[in-house]
């Protein structure tokens, strides 16, 4: 990945280490894409907002993907401030906005870490009060929240986003109950953690909902919470799309099946849904005057496609770059196939060697492949291939 780090007061580390921490100290990560009309209002607020750097060293890092002059217009606004700012611009936004994020993670040698957006919808006055609680409280993560007395998602445009927020909070509360514990506002970008928290190298981000990230991966020891009240946006668009709808459905499922047994319930699961392309298939095959067993079998590939697309995009993410797509596939369909082959046998071994009857015989012989089905594909198809030193 090629990027382009621009310290405009002073220089910030490049290397993903974690240097010595200066007591005290504030790194404020600020991801942009494309947020050059607020750069400028958002600097002058935060020279407002922060105290004298004797009391709170702090440094801001803009950690840009845009495609506009966003990094020119940080460089021309940061000149008047007395707080340093850096710009570190990626040509590859990987991750997204929660990549972007973790990149400056990566860079930050302070004691604190504060996450905030660049289009004013996080208020810059609260960050000195959500490191101040968390030196108060001694929490580890300080989140600002809609969500508990004193705090207003006002900001938010319409009953469209404000329901389709409240849903993803539910959603995200009901999946992930231990490691939400005591966090009423799981989607909020705006939040306090000490450095020492965090584990860079386990975060996997993906789109721009980096807290929950954090607090699933990373499980910091204490919560606190302060209110804020969501700001309109200052200047330009949201990004909120359905594609980042996708991509924040797609790493709940992520962060969910990161456990073995998880991904063996997912991928059990997403195999149940496969018989619905597998019957339909099956049926306008047969309808179109097929044979029903050569029907059967062409049927069944259909099935084969659709498990292999939904545990690609849920399951396996994170591991696809191992094997080429067409190697991945390939092996998955061997598996997937060679499930029929060893069924038959497994079911007459069990009614002729241990006198089980029929139905049983089945139920076993199903659970037992599902159960080789799932450790040969993890194993043969989505762990690294061992290379000689």
């Not at 590859?92 to 604190?112: H, P, Y």
């Not at 927020?165 to 231990?178: I, N, Y």
């Not at 020891?221 to 924040?248: H, M, N």
């Not at 139920?363 to 594909?377: D, G, H, K, N, Q």
């Amino acid at each position: 990945m090629s990027e382009d780090t621009r310290s405009l007061h002073a220089p910030i580390d490049p290397e993903p280490t974690l240097p010595q921490a200066v007591a005290g100290s504030v790194t404020l990560i600020v991801p942009t894409f494309n947020e050059a009309g607020n750069i400028a209002e958002l600097l002058r607020r935060l020279g407002d907002a922060l105290p004298d750097p004797a009391h709170l060293p702090c440094e801001v890092l803009f950690v840009d993907d845009s495609t506009d002059d966003t990094p020119a217009v940080i460089e021309k606004a940061a000149a008047d401030h007395p707080f340093p700012v850096a710009v570190l611009h990626r040509q590859t936004a990987e991750g997204g906005l929660g990549g972007a994020v973790v990149e400056g993670i990566r860079r930050a040698d302070t004691d604190w870490i504060v996450v905030m957006d660049a289009d004013l919808q996080h208020p810059p006055h609260l960050v000195p009060e959500l490191v101040g609680e968390g030196v108060r409280t001694g929490a580890d993560l300080v989140v600002a929240s809609r969500y508990i007395s004193g705090g207003s998602r006002a900001g938010l445009a319409g009953s469209y986003r404000i329901a389709v927020s409240r849903g993803a909070t539910w959603l995200t509360k009901g999946l992930f109950p231990r490691a939400l514990r005591g966090i009423s506002d799981p989607m909020s970008g705006f939040f306090a953690i000490r450095r020492s928290a965090v584990t860079a190298q386990t975060l996997k981000p993906l789109g721009y909902k980096i807290l929950l990230e954090l607090a699933v991966r990373c499980r910091p020891r204490t919560v606190a919470e302060v209110p804020f009240v969501f700001q309109d946006r200052y200047s330009g668009e949201s990004k909120s799309t359905a594609r980042e709808g996708l991509r924040f459905l797609a790493h709940l499922a992520s962060l969910r099946s990161a456990t073995p047994l998880a991904r063996m319930i997912g991928f059990g699961l997403i195999g149940l849904s496969g018989f619905v392309p597998n019957l339909a298939g099956l049926w306008l095959l047969t309808h179109a005057g097929m044979h029903y067993l050569p029907a059967e079998i062409v049927a069944n590939q259909a099935g084969v496609l659709w498990n292999f697309l939904l545990i690609e995009a849920l399951l396996f993410r994170d591991r696809r770059r191992h094997r080429h797509w067409a190697d991945r596939i390939g092996r998955f369909a061997l598996l997937a196939n060679a499930d029929l082959l060893l069924r038959i046998p497994l079911i007459a071994l069990f009614v002729a060697r241990f006198g089980m009857e029929a139905m049983p015989a089945t139920a076993l012989a199903l659970v037992t492949t599902f159960v080789l089905r799932f450790a040969a594909t993890e194993a043969l198809v989505y762990l690294p291939r061992h290379t000689r030193s």
